[in-house]
């Protein structure tokens, strides 16, 4: 592999052993069903990973995700955003290579609009709010929560299959305690909901509690109270759960490898290219106060792996396609212009998104 500009090289060994710790937890837990969120890596051979570990539903975040996997034989897709009603017509398309597809819906007019305009059955997810605020109907909503659920069963064309959350505040967690604490809330309310509603569904089956982000999913032993759990992000992990206290450097399966293109000796600075284009504008702030949009590691020869992140080390500020690493005396003095750097990402799923080649 010669590298001579910004690339995402991963360790697939790492990556697997992720993907093996995620599965293990699951199988500890009963009757749990996997559904990794492929957005993080949107990678074929990441995908492959997956498969040979014996997953067969995915997550996706798009409409045109979802074609892609379906064409890498993919079948069981859930596209975990709301509908986009102006997408109806590739949603038609999608489904009509039988694909089994769920959707995402928290209204009673998005369930009349596809049962109206979609040309193929499909699954239905209701998006409930556990605490993120992002969308979906406030877990305590019961009754509007119940409306749209008897939509969806007065409907030919629409499956309920359960109700699904994101528990995207886990990120603003203060401590692993909290995020623990994020999950038993998400848990015990999403419960909620479920007994709320199976009695008043009138037999018509199971209403399942799928929920999953990477930090309450990598923080839980086990996945008591849940019928399906979607983390994404934990196959490569990044700066920004190693902050969190949800992995550890080792577990870091993507980097960013960016080419040195000046040194500063009088004021201890390298510059690569690799900039918010390449990395995103992601940032954490470290123990002093400053922000750090990347740690900075020497890539193996063979672009395989790298080694442990150098101390006192990290890309301090960006611009478009420039990185400004600051760094101490004695690592500069081991770099040169034209040396490559594997920048450890804040945040892999959307480096992996900036600068991965689909397939
Ligand atoms: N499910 C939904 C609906 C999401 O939006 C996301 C991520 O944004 C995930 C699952 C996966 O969460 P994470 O990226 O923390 O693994």
New binding site residues.
Partial sequence: MKITKPTLIVDEKKAAENIGKMMEKISLSGNVRFRP?F??HQSTRIGKLFRDAGITAI?V?SVSMAAFFAGNGWNDITI??LVNPLEIGAMNELLARKINLNL?VDSTEMVNFLEERLEYPVHLWIKIDTGYH?TGIEWNRENEILRVAEAINDASKLQLSGI???S?H??HAVSTAHIKTVYGETVSRMNAVRNFLEPRMKGSGEVEVSI????T?SMVDRFDGAAEV?????VYYDVMQLMLGVCLEENIAAAAVCPVIARYPQRNELVIYGGAVHLSKEFVTNRDGNKVFGLIALPDPTFSSWGRSIENTFVAALSQEHGIIKTTADFLKKVKVGDLLAVLPVHS?LTANLLGERG
């Fill in positions: 969120h957005k993080t997550t975040s975990a955003v995402l992002r699904l959350t994101h995207g886990s990120y999953g982000d990477t930090p999913c979607r983390p994404g992000n934990f799923c």
